[in-house]
């Protein structure tokens, strides 16, 4: 069983920042990615920053020059800190992870973190 605990997050005034980190635990020998997902009301989740195991990161177009994503292997922790910060950034942030087995990749999810841009 996996489990990615997410912290971070909260409410700050346009042009602020913010950071979240959200660390895995379980049965984890390997992650081959670990990010940001997040769904903002009455929209799709949509791809914020995703880290591979070999440190190469993917960003939406929206978030890149702003937001930096960064790991840790040995905790197992991925961190995003969010700069520049605007409304259209309002959303809960749900971390992502694929996890390789025996057969499959699994992907995992967590509980998600409300960030929140007032204008």
Do not use: H
């Not at 960003?59 to 937001?67: E, H, I, L, P, T």
């Not at 992870?97 to 409300?114: D, I």
């Amino acid at each position: 069983q996996v489990q990615l605990v997410e912290s971070g997050g909260g409410l700050v005034q346009a042009g602020g920042s913010l950071s979240l980190s959200c660390a895995a635990s379980g049965n984890i020998f390997s992650i081959n990615r670990m990010g940001w997902y997040r769904q903002a009301p009455g929209k799709q989740r949509e791809l914020v920053a995703v880290l591979s195991s070999g440190g190469s990161a993917n960003y939406a177009d929206s978030v890149k020059g702003r937001f930096t994503i960064s790991g840790d292997n040995a905790k197992k922790t991925v961190y995003l800190q969010m700069n520049s910060l605007k409304p259209e950034d309002t959303a809960v942030y749900y971390c992502y992870a694929v996890v390789p087995g025996s057969l499959m990749n699994y992907e995992y999810w967590g509980q998600g973190t409300q960030v929140t841009v007032s204008s």
